[in-house]
């Protein structure tokens, strides 16, 4: 499978949005009651942040997944590990369908990966799942994340996991 990348634009994309992120597939990202213009507003607030970013995965041309990209030493994870030089914090999604294909979920990580160690600074990607997402915790493992340990976010309890390039590596072409 291949895809592209293109940033989310908040008004032109809000209603497909909205649409993936308050299905209940989508519980772990904690938007199920949002109303429309809420999810509007965190994607614009999100446009406006140097520190993260929102794009699509596009599969033919027409969004196919969600990924955002922040800088974890002033997003999500600040004040909550020791970030290094080098580190981007990842978070994805794919929304629900009626017909799941088989694979497509782990060739989204494994492109969102790929696509973060385009970035010749990034040397690992951080991510803070909630501990109870077994199925993304195996996806992790799948392109070599390693958990390190839980901690407390103020919404969820997260297993703080890495990635190196060289794990990635490892374990795509493993």
């Known amino acids: 499978m291949t895809f592209t990348f293109r940033t989310v634009d908040p008004l032109k994309d809000g ?21 429309p213009e809420e999810v509007e507003r965190a994607y614009m ?10 794009l699509f995965g596009l ?16 997003r999500e994870l600040a004040g ?6 080098g580190d981007i914090g990842m978070h994805f999604l794919t929304p629900a369908t009626d017909a799941p294909e088989h694979g497509f979920t782990k060739a989204v990580i494994t ?8 970035g010749p600074a990034v040397e ?13 915790h195996a996806l992790n493992a799948a392109v070599g994340f390693v958990a390190e340990r839980e901690i407390d976010k103020p919404e969820k309890r997260a297993l703080l996991s890495f990635c190196t390039r060289e794990q990635f590596e490892k374990a795509v072409t493993a």
């Open 111 to 118: 492109a969102v990966m790929a696509h973060l160690f385009e």
């Open 59 to 74: 599969r033919d041309g027409e969004p196919a997944f969600l990924m955002e990209k922040y800088d974890p030493a002033h």
């Open 45 to 54: 607030e999100i446009a406006a942040d140097e520190h993260h970013h929102a």
């Open 15 to 35: 209603e497909l949005l909205y649409s993936w992120l308050t299905h209940p597939k989508a519980a772990f990202w904690m938007m199920q009651d949002a109303k």
């Open 124 to 136: 690992r990607v951080v991510v803070e799942p909630d501990v109870g997402n077994k199925a993304v």
């Open 80 to 85: 909550l590990y020791e970030a290094r030089p």
